[in-house]
């Protein structure tokens, strides 16, 4: 796992197939046990966020990250950045602006997903 591997999984892989609505790839992309915290401190699971994506309608007009580092430990990288959003829910539109930190693992021969959380940011 190199840096640069783990930093086009998360804008390409990640990034994309949230704006792109690729609910496969984001399926594969994240471990079976992944976590999102988000800002609100609600937690969910994998199922949980897919649904909250394919079911409740959630899109992802634009992703915006800024500052992004990437720091390898054996096999877990952690990615630490700040991002600005703009998301729709049933045509109501959301801004964001956020510090985050995902967290990837290689598991066999794939790098994968297990946690993503976010602290919501002033401005």
Known sequence: MTKDEV??????????SLKNQNYAALEK???DDYMLVRP?????NK???????????????????????VRIYGSTALVTGESRTVTSRAGTES????QFIAVYSR???????VHFQSTTLAG
């Open 95 to 98: 801004r964001a602006h956020f």
């Open 107 to 113: 598991v066999g021969d794939s790098v994968r997903l």
């Open 29 to 31: 992309l994240y471990s």
């Open 7 to 16: 930093l086009r999984i998360h804008t390409d892989v990640f990034y994309g």
């Open 47 to 69: 199922q949980e966020v897919l649904n909250d994506l394919r079911v409740n309608g959630l899109t992802f007009r634009s992703i915006d990250p800024h500052e992004i580092t």
């Open 40 to 44: 609100d401190g609600a937690v969910l």
